[in-house]
């Protein structure tokens, strides 16, 4: 069995546990937090959106974002943790990667993952397990723990 990290994680938080050769239950390797991602638009800008004139006519209107400030931060989050997981596979500190992630989180993280940690990847799960402990997730992902 090879050295696995398996990451937990929603837009605020990811646990990343590791398993050894040996096949022991994994422990937290590091636990990560992302506040931001939790505070309410409103709080994360500083001021109302600007304003435009129509192309015709009289009207005015604001102009809308691309993304929520709160889609940032949690895309602020993702490439975060896609930093770490570059980190860890430079050092080869794990052979084989574990994502379990709420759904629109897991696509940004995947989003964020380069070519050679995408190769590491075994498994996906697009499910919010971040409350659960991890007998309960290695239940769930029987092949993978």
């Not at 940690?117 to 309960?136: F, W």
Request: net charge negative.
């Amino acid at each position: 069995m090879a050295n696995r990290w398996i990451v937990v994680a929603h837009s605020a938080g990811a646990k990343i546990y590791a398993t050894d050769e040996a096949g022991h239950e994994p422990v937290i390797w590091r636990t990560l937090e992302h506040p931001e991602s939790r505070t309410k638009d409103i709080d994360l800008v500083a001021d109302r959106p600007g304003r435009t004139f129509d192309s015709a006519g009289q009207g005015r209107h604001a102009m809308a974002t691309r993304h929520s400030p709160k889609e940032r931060e949690s895309g602020i989050f993702a490439h975060e943790i896609g930093e770490l997981l570059e980190y860890g596979r430079t050092r080869s500190l794990y052979d084989e990667l574990v994502l379990v992630a709420a759904p629109d989180f897991l696509g940004q993280l995947r989003g964020t993952l380069n070519e050679e940690v995408r190769k590491c990847v075994i498994a996906e799960i697009g499910k919010n397990l971040i409350d659960h402990d991890i007998s309960s997730i290695c239940q769930g992902l029987k092949q993978a723990c």
